[in-house]
């Protein structure tokens, strides 16, 4: 039973349809933190409906390589991807991250991790005779609550639909506006004018066309940045200037693993610790050697003092992050009622080994919920709560970004307290059924030892748990296959031993 996409009449349909015995659980998002949170979580028996709002977002625009291996990136329905490291696997065969045979993952082939996880996802949820209604396309504008039930709007109607549940997994937040004040001429009347590259812009497949033999000013210091400036620079795809300008300098771009780090290297030269000033949005003249936009930046020296610069060029891209403050985002979409009722989850149950980690939102009652990188971008944007980790911290260095697939992943499942194992009621012996240890919680590493090594102590496990977590967050990708058996040995070589002496006897 395959469900159907439905168009806006149709949810209409739908609804009007119900009967008053009917539960409906709505789900805004349809990427790795939905699917993750509807394929691990323990739906309650009363959900008779779920509806999934929106569409893939992120994956259905992005086309170049990530900054992980598939082992990093593995899904709650896959297991078994053995430990590569792409930065050393390249660099040995002279590979660039661009190139085909690149061992970092492309995005096109997690779309189609993320496609088989949806099939599969769906499959259960029908097997369990729960209906899912997918509105694609239609997201979420507006979501209130009266005393009985939730009600929201989509942004394509303003009728309003109940939910007696809502699950907010939307990602992260919209990009962060360019400040009007910056814009002058055509810029500040239209606001986004064709000289001002966004987000969308820079998922685009077609970003290497349009950036061919042009001037172009990136602005940012993050890893979105860093993709930018490397398809700015392709070989073969640029004969144009690129400068990189990032107000607070490039270390959070650094910080994202080997893979923006290489970029950071190699863009040295066009690199300005600095904040833009203006950008005047020109007519194409030869006064102006026909470039489109002039840029004054603010450039601050090694010694701190600081000095301003102007560039003409054909492209500004908007690389300066993520705002749930922004038209679209959760401060939009909530009503201030529900925004003052919710409360930080915190890993009470310490599956990440944090009990101050916090792994989301929800309301007093626990109908309402966000999770995933929405829940980190909606944190990072409301002062008053508490900066608090996330259990993506306890992953290896290239995934501790919240709002990166492993991220994503991790977060979620410390949430719906997924276990991804499986146990042969015959044989006792208990198989992984999804993911793997380098990014596995506390919870489901002391599963996994546990059923590994089945006459260590308690004790022991525990230990050699909080072990692990720290061995792998000092990693880029985690720990080989010798530092993984080394680490084993270490913990439990001599229950091994015990177990090889009795088979012998």
């Known amino acids: 039973m395959q469900p159907q996409e439905i168009a806006l009449h149709e949810l209409a349909e739908f609804y009007n349809g119900m009967s008053l015995d009917d539960e409906v659980l709505v789900v805004a998002g349809r990427g790795t933190a939905a699917l993750t949170y509807l394929s691990t979580v323990d739906l309650e028996p009363k959900f008779t409906h779920v509806v999934m709002l929106g569409g893939l977002g992120y994956w259905e625009k992005s086309a170049h390589r990530l900054a992980q291996p598939a082992h990093i990136l593995e899904l709650p329905h896959q297991t078994g991807a053995d430990f590569v490291d792409p930065a050393a696997h390249d660099k040995i065969l002279g590979i660039l991250p661009h190139e085909s045979n690149s061992a970092y993952v492309h995005s096109l082939d997690y779309q189609t991790s993320l496609r088989q996880l949806h099939e599969e996802t769906l499959d259960s949820l029908a097997r369990r005779n729960i209906k899912v209604h997918i509105a694609n396309g ?66 685009s497949p077609s970003l290497g066309d349009k950036l061919k033999d042009q001037d172009v000013l990136i602005y940012g210091g993050g890893a979105t940045a860093a993709w930018a400036a490397e398809v700015a620079r392709l070989p073969g795809k640029s004969a144009g200037t690129m400068m990189w300008v990032a107000r607070k300098g490039f270390d959070d771009a650094e910080n994202a693993g080997p893979r923006v780090e290489a970029i950071i290297k190699d863009t040295r030269s066009a690199q300005i610790k600095g904040e833009i000033d203006t950008i005047q949005c020109l007519d194409s003249t030869p006064d102006y050697q026909n470039k489109k936009a002039l840029v004054t930046v603010n450039k601050e020296q090694s010694d701190g003092s600081k000095t301003r610069e102007s560039f003409l060029v054909d492209y500004v891209v908007n690389c300066i992050g993520q705002d749930a403050n922004e038209l679209g985002g959760l401060h939009h979409v909530l009503s201030g009622g529900l925004k003052a009722d919710l409360q930080q989850l915190l890993d009470i149950n310490q599956m990440t080994g944090n009990p101050e980690a916090m792994v989301g939102f929800a309301s007093s009652d626990g109908t309402l919920e966000i999770i995933g990188p929405a829940a980190a971008s909606f944190n990072l944007s409301k002062p008053d709560f508490k900066e608090r980790a996330f259990p993506s911290d306890s992953l290896p260095r290239s ?17 719906t307290k997924y276990m991804p194992f499986s146990q042969n009621m015959s044989t006792r012996e208990v198989l992984i059924t999804g993911l793997n240890p380098h990014v596995m919680n506390a919870t489901q590493l002391a599963v996994y030892f546990t059923a590994r090594y089945p006459q260590a102590a308690p004790e022991q496990v525990n230990v050699a748990v909080q072990g692990f977590i720290q061995a ?17 040995n270490h913990h439990f070589g001599y229950v091994s031993k015990e177990l090889e002496r009795a088979a012998k006897r």
């Not at 809502?166 to 937040?173: E, H, L, Q, S, Y």
């Not at 500040?188 to 966004?198: C, N, P």
């Not at 792998?472 to 084993?488: H, S």
């Open 472 to 488: 792998r967050m000092k990693t880029e990708f985690g720990l080989d296959k010798p530092g993984l058996n080394d680490f084993l």
């Open 399 to 415: 995934a501790k970004v919240p709002i990166t697939a492993g991220g994503a992943v991790s977060t979620v499942a410390v949430q």
């Open 138 to 203: 239609l997201n979420m504008e507006q979501v209130s609550r009266d005393s009985l039930q939730y009600s929201f709007t989509t942004a394509q109607a303003g009728a309003m639909f109940p939910a007696h549940k809502i699950v907010i997994a939307t990602g992260a937040a919209p990009a962060r506006a360019l400040p009007k004040e910056l814009l002058l001429g055509s810029a500040s009347t239209g606001y986004k004018a064709d000289q001002i590259l966004d987000y969308n812009d820079i998922l």
